[in-house]
Structure formats: structure tokens, C-alpha cells
T-cell receptor, first 114, second 113 residues
Framework: GESVGLHLPTLSVQEGDNSIINCAYS??????FIWYKQESGKGPQFIID?????DKRQGQRVTVLLNKTVKHLSLQIAATQPGDSAVYFC?????????????FGKGTHLIIQP | EAGVVQSPRYKIIEKKQPVAFWCNPI?????LYWYLQNLGQGPELLIR????????DSQLPKDRFSAERLKGVDSTLKIQPAELGDSAVYLC???????????FGNGTRLTVT
């Protein structure tokens, strides 16, 4: 089946800078997207979601942008902190797709430099 | 609210042995998932339940894997017999519905020797 992928396996940023993590998806029918954060030894943790009727959604220090034209999703983290170090996954689903569940990409490892 | 609880956290077994993982989802979540996660990879869906019914098990290797969700609450995933390639983290998640955020447990790390 179609899958969700990430542009970069590792992203290194300075503490205090903004981080942008990108994701490309291939299923044009996907209409619900979620970003997850996974720290070592833990399960993925929900960060923020967005539905296809929106282009942008903001949370606390995070913003998700959705460009349906080019099937691109991004997660922006403002003022990156050491606690933001983790692997970030985007996930997508076609809500009208029947039995299909959430599909995850391979992940981007965010490294915070002091 | 209490999160998704999985046990055990770690399991080491020899190949050809059976193993079982247990999951208690968030109260009220009708949808339950079992995912497999290999090192450096994203989670891959094994099976999804809507209440007691397995509605998506197309990725579950049915020759050795089985799952059940009796009474539509707790769930058990079993492997019999285990193979070396089954070494991975097995994640359980639950959600209110198929298109709402999944909440994950911390997983069971399986090592098959």
C-alpha cells in the first residue's frame, strides 16, 4: 500500500532555535494527519493533529502545516528545548478508507545541540 | 486519566517458545491496536479491534500470531512459536474511534535468542 515518508532521518538544531520537520505522504485520499513524538524506551506520544480541511493548526510551541497540493506535512517547534530531543513520526489515514488504520512514516530523529 | 498499560515491559525467550503480551486500553476507548516497531522504524499495524471484533488483521502473520480482545476491553497478542525475526517492540494503542488520536502504551520489547 501507499506509505508516509520523511525527508530526513536526523535533524540537528541549536537549543533555542526553531525546528522544522518535514513529511511527504503519497496517499492523496488521506485526510487526517497526526504528529507523534517518541522518546527512547517509550511509546509514541500524540503532539498535534490536523484534518484536510485545514492548512495550519497551532498548539503550544508547535505548528503543523499541511499542503495538500504537494502532499506535504511539516511540524514546526518553536524555541527548541533539550526535552524536545526525540524521534518524530508523521502518520496519516484515509477516514473513508474502511479497514485501513493509521500509517506511520519512518521518523526523524531530532537532536538538540546545547 | 490512566494511559494504555502494557505488560511485560521486557521479554527474552528462546526461539520456538511461545510468548504473550497483554494490553489494557484507556477506559472508554472502543478501538484497540497492536503495532510492531523495529529499531529505527515507524510502527506497523498488526491488528485493529473495534470492540471485540478484529476489523483489520491483514498484516498479522496468522500462522504464528494470534490476538484476542474478549469482552472488548483488555487484549492479548500471542506468538507461537517465536522466531528470531520477531525481536521487536510490540506496541498497543487505543482510541475513541478509527480517526481520532491513538494513545500508545510503552510497549513490550521482545528479544528472541
Amino acid at each position: 500500500g501507499e506509505s508516509v515518508g520523511l525527508h530526513l532521518p536526523t535533524l540537528s538544531v541549536q537549543e533555542g532555535d526553531n525546528s522544522i520537520i518535514n513529511c511527504a505522504y503519497s496517499n492523496s485520499a488521506s485526510d487526517y494527519f497526526i504528529w507523534y513524538k517518541q522518546e527512547s524506551g517509550k511509546g509514541p506520544q500524540f503532539i498535534i493533529d490536523i484534518r484536510s480541511n485545514m492548512d495550519k493548526r497551532q498548539g503550544q510551541r508547535v505548528t503543523v502545516l499541511l499542503n495538500k497540493t504537494v502532499k506535504h506535512l511539516s511540524l514546526q517547534i518553536a524555541a527548541t528545548q533539550p526535552g524536545d530531543s526525540a524521534v518524530y513520526f508523521c502518520a496519516e489515514i484515509d477516514s473513508g478508507g474502511g479497514a485501513d488504520g493509521l500509517t506511520f512514516g519512518k521518523g526523524t530523529h531530532l537532536i538538540i545541540q546545547p | 486519566e490512566a494511559g494504555v498499560v502494557q505488560s511485560p515491559r521486557y521479554k527474552i525467550i528462546e526461539k520456538k517458545q511461545p510468548v504473550a503480551f497483554w494490553c489494557n486500553p484507556i477506559s472508554g476507548h472502543n478501538t484497540l491496536y497492536w503495532y510492531l516497531q523495529n529499531l529505527g522504524q515507524g510502527p506497523e499495524l498488526l491488528i485493529r479491534y473495534e470492540n471485540e471484533e478484529a476489523v483489520d488483521d491483514s498484516q498479522l502473520p496468522k500462522d504464528r500470531f494470534s490476538a484476542e480482545r474478549l469482552k472488548g476491553v483488555d487484549s492479548t497478542l500471542k506468538i507461537q512459536p517465536a522466531e528470531l525475526g520477531d525481536s521487536a517492540v510490540y506496541l498497543c494503542a487505543s482510541s475513541l474511534s478509527r480517526v481520532s488520536p491513538l494513545h500508545f502504551g510503552n510497549g513490550t520489547r521482545l528479544t528472541v535468542t
